[in-house]
Nanobody, 115 residues
C-alpha cells in the first residue's frame, strides 16, 4: 500500500491550494477515503470524507464551505480543494481510508497559511 500526498505549500490567508493523494496497492475504488491533518502540537484530525463512488461527502465543521473533497477512481487519486485558507489550517495533510485507516501513513504534504 502506498499513499503519496502532494500539492502543499506556503499560501497567504484567503488563498487556495489543491492537494492530491495518489493511492496504490489496494482496490482504490472500493473504499471511502478521507483527508486528515495534524497541526503543530495538535492531534491528527479528520478533515473530509468521500464515499467510494464519490456520491457522498462529509466535512469537519471547521472547513465546511471552504474545502471540497473529490476523487478520480480511474486515476486512483483523491483531491482536496482548499479555499479561503486561514492560519489555523496550517498543518501536515494526509489521506487514508475513511474507516480502519492503514497503519502505514504517507509522508503527508505541508500546508502553511501565513502572511
Amino acid at each position: 500500500v502506498q499513499l503519496v500526498e502532494s500539492g502543499g505549500g506556503l499560501v497567504q490567508p484567503g488563498g487556495s491550494l489543491r492537494l492530491s493523494c495518489a493511492a496504490s496497492g489496494f482496490t482504490f475504488s472500493n473504499y471511502a477515503m478521507s483527508w486528515y491533518r495534524q497541526g503543530p502540537g495538535k492531534e491528527r484530525e479528520l478533515v473530509a470524507t468521500i464515499s467510494s463512488d464519490g456520491g457522498y461527502t462529509n466535512y469537519a465543521g471547521s472547513v465546511k464551505g471552504r474545502f471540497t473533497i473529490s476523487r478520480d477512481n480511474a486515476k486512483n487519486t483523491v483531491y482536496l480543494q482548499m479555499n479561503s485558507l486561514k492560519p489555523e489550517d496550517t498543518a501536515v495533510y494526509y489521506c487514508n481510508l475513511a474507516r480502519n485507516p492503514f497503519t502505514s501513513w504517507g509522508q503527508g504534504t505541508q500546508v502553511v497559511v501565513s502572511a
